[in-house]
């Protein structure tokens, strides 16, 4: 019997050319957009990098700027400004998230539960702007500024950070793990402090972190809060003091060129502790998880 | 011959020789539970349960899948309250108390009725810290040391443990942790330990080892073990409850069919269900 070539062929017809040509198209544009992202990103690290690394030096780090006129000088009090409002709005959000964390996940009937999930949701998507105006007018029209005015908007910026990543870790913690410490006679609140919390304590750090590294580059929130300060490394939080993103911007309006590398480069320092930090916390989640739910 | 003297009728070894069978009236009840009926939302769980457990007395419950059994003895302290659609009709009296009544504190009904689960569920804390913990919340921190070695020593896990107690509650196997887990209840000196299917992800050498275990245990506490084990419950129980599915237009829920002496349940069962169950034609 005559094998029937064209029912049993396995080669391409024209039609199923055309398909498997459209189906090529679109993968290589899918892959093309992929890539593009990660290029972006090595751009703007590169860019950064090439322009800021002349500025790099020990002095970079250990002095305030210079007074007018005068050249050299360095970023010390922008760094020491940083480390203090965020510092400061890591010690107010922490425990503020997990105690919403908490709340949201132990203790809140499921519908309550699930809409402060959808506030929490809507206040990360809030304009940063508006939180640094908002604040403006809460603390510091009338009484001036302060580093811990920033810290405040800041803190409400990390707020939904560390709640949400707290919530989802706490989710993790397996129900067996309550349900025996609850069958030993114990309450909501000693289970959730002696298993729950030490259970998940590895996620809240990481959120803890993550919301440290969007915070160190928030700059609008400052803008009204604590931007006018001395040329001088100040610990004291009662004085408004420099920060690092907003001392980018006012060196990148300065006419001398050098302070031009100089913002370069302080964006650099930003942009190494941003990545560093969320990379970490990111794998130190990877491997909490797995931890977890091995 | 030897095989000439082996029952051959009996569907199931009956273990251990007994003592000779207490009369009912002359055992002290625990729990007496009353028209007893679970629902989750708008699902019956497990109708009209009346069930006498008694004291220093192992009892198993045994049934099919879906009987409700898990719901059962989960109404007995209180522990399906954390199922938010949880609602429990009728009574569960303890000691003469109804654990639903009100001013009844759901945390002190726990702090009496202990409960081992069907999975092994350590903390993840060192080996003396899952035992000790429970001791501590509940404020018994006299003789730490002492209480924990006795819980230990009780679970039979102490040889296997003491020169590891600072070491990870992770790092024993599944049948130790699950002992560990009974350690863990039985330190806070509970009046009775509800037991969850708990050798049902153990194998054969570790489920023989929880069995040996509730055989001494029962001389201090009192035991209700579901199981859907039939030959495990001829070997603990003293008591046996079974429960089947009771199908219905709406699904089905778990009812109690038969509740008697353990031997009289798996060789002279009064009720057609429950001979097919143990003798394996159902179920």
């Given at each position: 019997?005559?094998?029937d070539?064209g029912?049993?062929?396995?080669?391409?017809s024209?039609?199923?050319?055309?398909?498997?040509g459209v189906n090529?198209?679109?993968?290589?544009?899918?892959?093309?957009a992929?890539?593009?992202?990660?290029?972006?990103?090595?751009?703007?690290?590169?860019?950064?990098?090439?322009r800021?690394?002349?500025?790099?030096?020990?002095?970079?780090?250990?002095?305030?700027a210079?007074t007018?006129?005068?050249s050299g000088?360095?970023?010390?009090?922008?760094l020491v400004?940083?480390?203090?409002?965020?510092?400061?709005?890591?010690a107010?959000?922490?425990?503020?998230?997990?105690?919403i964390a908490?709340?949201v996940?132990?203790?809140?009937?499921?519908?309550?539960?699930d809409?402060?999930?959808?506030?929490?949701?809507v206040l990360?998507?809030?304009?940063?702007?508006?939180?640094?105006?908002?604040v403006?007018?809460?603390?510091?029209i009338?009484?001036?500024?302060?580093?811990?005015?920033?810290?405040?908007?800041?803190?409400?910026?990390?707020?939904?950070?560390?709640?949400?990543?707290?919530q989802?870790v706490?989710?993790?913690?397996?129900?067996?793990?309550r349900?025996?410490?609850?069958a030993?006679?114990?309450s909501?609140?000693?289970t959730v402090?002696?298993?729950?919390?030490?259970?998940?304590?590895g996620?809240?750090?990481t959120?803890t972190?993550?919301?440290?590294a969007?915070?160190?580059?928030?700059t609008?929130?400052?803008?009204?809060?604590?931007?006018?300060?001395?040329?001088?490394?100040?610990?004291?939080?009662?004085?408004?003091?420099?920060s690092?993103?907003y001392?980018?911007?006012?060196?990148?309006e300065?006419?001398d060129?050098?302070?031009h590398?100089?913002a370069?480069a302080?964006?650099?320092v930003?942009?190494?502790?941003?990545?560093v930090?969320?990379l970490?916390?990111?794998l130190?989640l990877?491997?909490?998880r797995k931890?977890l739910?091995? | 011959?030897?095989?000439?003297?082996?029952?051959v009728?009996?569907?199931?070894?009956?273990?251990?020789?007994r003592?000779a069978p207490r009369?009912?009236?002359?055992?002290?009840?625990?729990?007496?539970?009353?028209?007893?009926t679970?629902s989750y939302?708008?699902?019956?769980a497990?109708?009209?349960?009346?069930?006498?457990?008694y004291?220093?007395l192992?009892?198993?419950?045994?049934?099919?899948?879906?009987?409700?059994?898990?719901t059962f003895?989960r109404?007995?302290?209180?522990m399906n309250?954390?199922?938010p659609?949880?609602?429990?009709?009728?009574?569960?009296l303890?000691?003469?108390?109804?654990?639903?009544g009100?001013?009844?504190?759901?945390?002190?009904?726990?702090?009496r009725?202990g409960?081992?689960?069907?999975?092994?569920?350590p903390f993840?804390?060192?080996i003396y810290?899952?035992v000790?913990?429970?001791?501590?919340?509940?404020g018994m921190?006299?003789?730490?040391?002492?209480?924990?070695e006795?819980a230990l020593?009780?679970?039979a896990l102490?040889?296997?443990?003491?020169?590891?107690?600072?070491?990870?509650?992770?790092?024993?196997s599944?049948?130790?942790?699950?002992?560990?887990c009974?350690?863990?209840?039985?330190?806070?000196e509970?009046?009775?330990?509800?037991?969850?299917?708990?050798?049902?992800?153990l194998?054969?050498?570790?489920?023989s080892?929880?069995?040996?275990?509730?055989?001494?245990l029962?001389?201090?506490?009192?035991?209700?073990i579901?199981t859907?084990?039939m030959?495990?419950a001829?070997?603990?129980a003293?008591?046996?409850?079974?429960f089947?599915?009771?199908?219905t237009e709406s699904?089905?829920?778990?009812?109690?069919?038969?509740?008697?002496?353990?031997?009289?349940i798996f060789?002279?069962?009064?009720?057609k269900?429950?001979?097919g169950?143990v003798?394996g034609?159902?179920?």
């Amino acid at each position: 019997m005559a094998v029937d070539a064209g029912r049993y062929s396995l080669t391409l017809s024209r039609r199923t050319r055309r398909r498997k040509g459209v189906n090529v198209l679109m993968q290589a544009l899918a892959t093309l957009a992929a890539l593009a992202a990660v290029a972006v990103l090595a751009l703007v690290i590169i860019s950064v990098a090439r322009r800021g690394a002349s500025a790099l030096s020990w002095d970079f780090f250990t002095k305030n700027a210079a007074t007018f006129g005068q050249s050299g000088g360095g970023v010390a009090n922008a760094l020491v400004g940083s480390l203090v409002i965020v510092g400061l709005a890591t010690a107010m959000a922490v425990p503020v998230g997990i105690l919403i964390a908490l709340y949201v996940s132990e203790f809140a009937p499921p519908r309550v539960g699930d809409l402060v999930r959808l506030v929490l949701d809507v206040l990360n998507g809030l304009p940063s702007i508006i939180i640094g105006i908002f604040v403006y007018g809460l603390l510091v029209i009338g009484s001036g500024q302060a580093a811990w005015k920033g810290s405040f908007a800041l803190a409400i910026i990390m707020l939904p950070l560390v709640a949400r990543a707290t919530q989802e870790v706490l989710a993790l913690v397996p129900s067996t793990l309550r349900e025996g410490a609850l069958a030993l006679g114990a309450s909501r609140w000693r289970t959730v402090l002696g298993v729950v919390l030490p259970t998940s304590f590895g996620g809240i750090i990481t959120g803890t972190v993550l919301a440290v590294a969007r915070a160190a580059g928030e700059t609008a929130p400052l803008l009204f809060t604590t931007s006018i300060a001395a040329n001088a490394v100040t610990w004291d939080p009662r004085q408004p003091v420099l920060s690092i993103p907003y001392d980018i911007f006012v060196l990148s309006e300065s006419p001398d060129p050098a302070d031009h590398a100089r913002a370069w480069a302080l964006g650099f320092v930003l942009i190494c502790f941003v990545l560093v930090t969320s990379l970490s916390a990111r794998l130190l989640l990877v491997r909490y998880r797995k931890r977890l739910e091995g | 011959m030897e095989a000439d003297t082996m029952n051959v009728v009996a569907p199931i070894e009956i273990a251990q020789p007994r003592e000779a069978p207490r009369s009912a009236s002359d055992l002290e009840i625990v729990f007496e539970t009353r028209g007893l009926t679970v629902s989750y939302g708008k699902a019956l769980a497990v109708s009209d349960v009346d069930l006498s457990i008694y004291r220093n007395l192992v009892t198993a419950i045994i049934g099919p899948s879906g009987c409700g059994k898990s719901t059962f003895l989960r109404s007995l302290n209180r522990m399906n309250d954390l199922v938010p659609s949880a609602k429990v009709e009728g009574e569960v009296l303890y000691h003469g108390q109804n654990i639903y009544g009100d001013g009844v504190d759901p945390v002190e009904v726990r702090r009496r009725i202990g409960m081992v689960f069907q999975k092994p569920n350590p903390f993840p804390k060192s080996i003396y810290d899952n035992v000790a913990w429970g001791l501590r919340v509940l404020g018994m921190k006299d003789d730490l040391d002492s209480r924990v070695e006795r819980a230990l020593t009780q679970a039979a896990l102490w040889d296997e443990v003491k020169d590891r107690l600072k070491k990870s509650a992770f790092g024993l196997s599944g049948g130790q942790q699950q002992r560990l887990c009974i350690a863990r209840a039985i330190a806070v000196e509970p009046d009775v330990v509800l037991l969850d299917e708990p050798a049902s992800a153990l194998d054969p050498i570790a489920t023989s080892k929880i069995e040996d275990l509730m055989h001494e245990l029962k001389n201090e506490y009192t035991l209700v073990i579901v199981t859907h084990n039939m030959q495990q419950a001829a070997r603990v129980a003293d008591m046996t409850a079974f429960f089947t599915l009771e199908r219905t237009e709406s699904g089905g829920h778990g009812v109690l069919v038969e509740y008697d002496e353990t031997p009289k349940i798996f060789t002279q069962p009064a009720d057609k269900r429950t001979e097919g169950y143990v003798t394996g034609r159902f179920g």
